[in-house]
Nanobody, 121 residues
Framework: QLQACGGGLVQAGDSLRLSCVAS????????MGWFRQAPGKEREFVAA????????VYADSVKGRFTVSRDNSKNTVYLQMNSLKPEDTAVYYC????????????????WGQGTQVTVSS
């Protein structure tokens, strides 16, 4: 089970940190990813991190503003989001897969339920 939390309503330029906590099994050997889905749009890749944290990948739209990290001792993955923009408004999902760093939904086998992030202008 993956549980994403930390979303909320913020203003443009603010920061948020999302957390994804795994329970029921260890995901320490899995690559982890963050995706988001805005209203009326398809779900899109945001960021991914390898199981040991040494490799990260970001979507161009968030590069330089978002940082993905993980703490395997806590079975938790984080997404630090800075300089938020209204276009970052979406439901954010975390996912786990048997992949180093995956950018496609098909790379992931386990999905969390999503947390809403709303950025007002």
């Amino acid at each position: 089970q993956l549980q994403a939390c930390g979303g909320g309503l913020v203003q443009a330029g603010d920061s948020l940190r999302l957390s994804c906590v795994a329970s029921g099994r260890s995901f320490s050997r899995y690559g982890m990813g963050w995706f988001r889905q805005a209203p009326g749009k398809e779900r899109e890749f945001v960021a991914a991190i390898s199981w040991y944290g040494g490799n990260t990948v970001y979507a161009d739209s968030v590069k330089g503003r978002f940082t993905v990290s993980r703490d395997n001792s806590k079975n938790t993955v984080y997404l630090q989001m800075n300089s938020l923009k209204p276009e970052d408004t979406a439901v954010y999902y975390c996912a786990a897969g048997d992949v180093r760093v995956g950018v496609a939904e098909s790379d992931y086998d386990f999905w969390g339920q999503g947390t809403q992030v709303t950025v007002s202008s």
